[in-house]
């Protein structure tokens, strides 16, 4: 009897018990259906060759990425030195609490004097010892989240740096526990002795695993004991590095087998402060991400303000990252600052002599890379552990600059330093944050007029812009700069998001004389702790777990293939639909106020029409959320904290019509918004003015939720005064009017192909790699033509299906790949590929 594999889709599952049905002797076969789809394969012609770096993941501290995720550090706020400036609700003795036995007494503060550790390293704790018997006085550490995270008979590495006043030395007690008190570990004794910083060590053996463990560790006597990066390591890290990697995450980034690891970010890279941390510039702690704060011996690092909102210790700085990137067989791209921020910040570095010394430390970071051991900073390397070279080829300067000429003209000064002393060295420039715009097309422009060679492109668009836009670079110029992908996911983590990446993965491939490297991104969250979804690699304080787009894009990475075989496909796409539906109005986190609201037909016809003089009972809050009420005959939406507060009126079936009304911004950090082509909470169009915090005009377009933008360009909006808003809707053309006068138009006519292909060909082992992507939820009778190629009769197939709403979480993992072998193979045949799936057949050829 068939038993479906419990990990198949329900309808894949159906469809291989069909399969099974048909081939087995004597078993009614049912008539094949007439083949839907057609993928045509040209096998003599020349293909395209993929960069062995063509898939690589983007690593960001983001969602708690780095510190209690995968760096492998257990301790929270090991240095003491989370603030305010980090956090609001941060102390220095954040993640820790005074604690005794035995009668201990004593009081525990924090310091920064001039008896701390490093300069560096400014705060420290200071415990004032009171002890008159045998009681122990000191402070517990409560971990990352749950707690500290151990397993039975694991061995975890306990250090901290200590001083003390006592001339007969301080006795120190650490003990590894639960919440309740009871031992996971036997305990450690320890005597600190002298008045200069030492530091001391010791090995604790874990009894029982929990993921809600403590660390405490308190002293006996008298006098002032001070402590600095007190530490607990488990010894079981990835490849058994000292002040390594946790293992389950970096094993599932090394099982991706990435070609690129791009580092540091993101936002943490163009946001903050670009000053030293030092004394002539205050010690800021908001600073973008300097590569020099994070190496070296971690009690002399840097310490930082976090852009997404928390402590950034830098135990996990540039050493471990290329040392990860080799371990892993991948090429190291780390992006340095340009001295334009971005992220919402905007503002350009105006001082010269900070630039250039920028510009020195990324020749410097090239020299740490890559020097000889007797140069200054190839000499810290190998002082580090590592005397051979790291072979760095790549460098990015920027990351989604809003302000194009400013970042330009710094980019060049970075890009001639950097060819003049190492011009083997691949300068990548960025096209901002956005696939398209006016940011988007003047960084283009530069970038392709200075002969750039790579530019960086990044979009966080819905799943339906994926599948409708699998074909974005078949148009590009091929004598142009190649793409890099740097930051990409369509918003969501379900299985029809993966099925949408997908698709678009067989557009880069296709496309690979252009798109040199392509990176999903974010790469890790924590699930205790998230500023950004979606997101790739799930996690816990002992647990992981890949999502959707985890498994498809580890399908891709694992069988990219050397080169492209031409091929097309052939079969029936969705055609696009009017843009109809309700209007709405909308704000967020402003008050503001509308008026006049009429929606007309060409002719003139009034379709509807609101003045608000005898109420807004027309009007049907989406959101529910913010206040609105009608105020001096005009509908005001008054609450300037509420987010996304869109309400709706009509329904307008019409295919051609214009929505004109009046609004003004009466207070907050924002403009106002205008929707149309309501279909209901997840599925619309608005035209944002004033948006991202009155620094930018917007249209976009929400489907089952997601958003991408249609239309962006450089807008601010002026409280108190009242604006003339026109949308003239022409089927799927659109045309925005503010005050009279066109602001932007787009037309909305892509067209959705759910089922898509491309064919690569494996040097090593000699096969084709035929991928299809059937994102449609019924299944696709397709006819193969290999053109003639003669081919061994079984292949290897992996299939990737489920419902496309099912997603993989802490609980469960139901999507995963299934592998098996097939036959039916020839130089041309048939197969039906599941709903819902993403299909890879490794064809032999004879």
């Given at each position: 009897m068939f038993r479906p594999h419990p990990l198949l889709g329900l309808a894949a599952a159906a469809l291989v018990a069909a399969t099974v049905a048909a081939a087995a002797p004597g078993l009614a076969k049912t008539p094949a259906a007439e083949p839907e789809y057609t993928i045509t394969v040209d096998p003599a012609a020349a293909g395209t060759p993929i960069s062995d770096s063509m898939y690589g993941v983007f690593f960001e501290d983001i969602n708690s990425a780095v510190d209690g995720g995968l760096h492998a550090e257990l301790v929270r706020n090991r240095s003491f030195e989370f603030l305010p400036a980090d956090n609001r609700s941060y102390t220095p003795l954040t993640g820790w609490t005074p604690t005794s036995d035995g009668g201990g007494a004593g009081t525990a503060s924090t310091a920064d004097d001039d008896a701390r550790l490093h300069e560096r390293n400014r705060t420290y704790l200071r415990l004032d010892l009171a002890n008159t018997g045998a009681g122990h006085y000191g402070v517990t550490n409560n971990g990352y989240h749950s707690g500290i995270a151990v397993r039975a008979g694991g061995a975890y590495d306990f250090s901290v740096w200590a001083r003390t006043d006592a001339a007969a030395g301080t006795p120190l007690s650490v003990t590894l526990h639960d919440a309740a008190g009871q031992p996971l570990a036997a305990p450690l004794s320890r005597t600190v002795r002298g008045a200069g910083w030492t530091k001391y060590r010791g090995t604790l053996k874990a009894t029982r695993t929990t993921d809600a463990g403590r660390l405490s560790v308190r002293a006996g006597g008298t006098g002032v004991l001070r402590m600095d990066m007190v530490s607990l390591f488990p010894r079981d890290t990835f490849r058994g590095r000292p002040n390594g990697l946790r293992r389950d995450l970096a094993e599932k980034i090394a099982a991706l087998k990435p070609g690129f690891v791009r580092f540091p970010g993101g936002c943490l890279v163009n946001t903050g402060s670009m000053y030293g941390y030092d004394a002539a510039s205050n010690w800021p702690r908001a600073r973008s991400y300097q590569w020099k704060d994070t190496v070296g011996p971690v009690e002399t690092r840097a310490t930082n303000a976090n852009f997404w909102g928390y402590n950034q210790s830098y135990g996990l700085g540039y050493y471990e990252y290329f040392q990860f990137a080799e371990d892993i067989g991948a090429m190291p791209l780390p992006v340095v600052p340009a001295l334009v921020t971005g992220c919402g910040q905007n503002q350009a570095?105006?001082?010269e002599a900070l630039l250039r010394r920028h510009i020195s430390d990324t020749l410097d970071l090239i020299?740490?890379?890559?020097?000889?051991?007797?140069s200054t900073w190839g000499g810290l390397r190998a002082s580090m552990g590592h005397p051979r070279p790291f072979g760095l080829t790549h460098l990015a300067v920027g990351n989604e600059e809003n302000l194009p000429d400013a970042y330009f003209a710094n980019f060049e000064k970075f890009r001639a330093a950097i060819e003049e002393k190492h011009p083997d060295i691949t300068v990548i420039g960025n096209s901002g944050p956005d696939d398209q715009g006016s940011t988007f097309d003047r960084l283009w422009q530069l970038n392709r007029a200075a002969g750039v060679d790579m530019v960086d492109e990044h979009y966080y668009n819905s799943p339906a812009w994926f599948l409708q836009n699998h074909t974005r670079y078949d148009t590009y110029d091929r004598t142009g700069p190649k793409v890099f992908l740097g930051e990409y996911a369509s918003q969501g983590n379900k299985l029809y998001n993966s099925l949408a990446e997908a698709s678009y993965l067989t557009g880069l491939e296709r496309n690979a004389d252009v798109v040199r490297m392509a990176s999903?991104?974010?790469?890790?969250?924590?699930?205790?702790?998230?500023?950004?979804?979606?997101d790739l690699i799930w996690f816990d304080n002992d647990e992981s777990w890949g999502t959707t787009s985890y498994q498809v894009q580890k399908l891709f990475m694992n069988n990219v293939g050397d080169r492209t075989v031409p091929s097309r496909v052939t079969g029936p796409s969705t055609a696009p639909a009017p843009i109809n539906g309700a209007i709405g109005l909308s704000t967020w986190a402003t008050s503001a106020t509308y008026?006049?609201?009429?929606?007309?037909?060409p002719d003139g016809t009034v379709?509807?029409?609101?003045?608000?003089?005898?109420g807004a009972n027309a009007w049907t809050p989406l959101a529910n959320r913010g206040t609105w009420s009608v105020v001096d005959g005009a509908y005001t939406q008054s609450d300037t904290g509420a987010q996304d507060t869109l309400v709706k009126a009509a329904d307008i079936t019409a295919s051609d019509y214009d929505l004109t009304l009046k609004a003004r911004k009466n207070a907050g950090a924002e403009g106002f918004l205008i929707a149309f082509g309501i279909k209901d909470s997840g599925n619309f169009y608005w035209w944002n003015l004033g948006g991202w915090n009155n620094t930018q005009g917007a249209v976009e377009k929400a489907t089952n939720g997601a958003k991408e933008t249609l239309v962006a360009k450089p807008n601010r909006i002026t409280t108190g005064t009242t604006y003339d808003v026109r949308v003239q809707v022409?089927?799927?053309r659109v045309t925005l009017f503010l005050d009279g006068q066109e602001w932007a138009s787009f037309t909305d006519d892509r067209v959705t192909r759910p089922f898509t292909q491309v064919v690569t060909r494996d040097d090593a082992t000699g096969e084709l790699i035929v991928k299809v992507v059937n994102a449609q939820d019924k299944a696709a009778v397709t006819r193969v033509d290999l053109g003639g190629l003669r081919v061994r009769e079984k292949a290897r197939m992996t299939v990737i299906s489920g419902d496309p709403g099912e997603q993989n979480t802490r609980s469960a993992e139901p999507i995963q790949p299934v592998t098996r072998t097939v036959g039916g193979i020839a130089s041309a045949f048939t197969r039906t590929f599941a709903p819902n799936s993403v299909t890879f057949l490794r064809i032999r050829t004879k």
């Open positions: 570095t105006v001082d020299e740490f890379a890559n020097g000889p051991t007797s999903y991104a974010p790469l890790l969250a924590n699930v205790d702790n998230v500023q950004w979804r979606p008026d006049d609201v009429r929606v007309t037909a379709l509807f029409a609101d003045d608000f003089s005898a022409r089927g799927t």
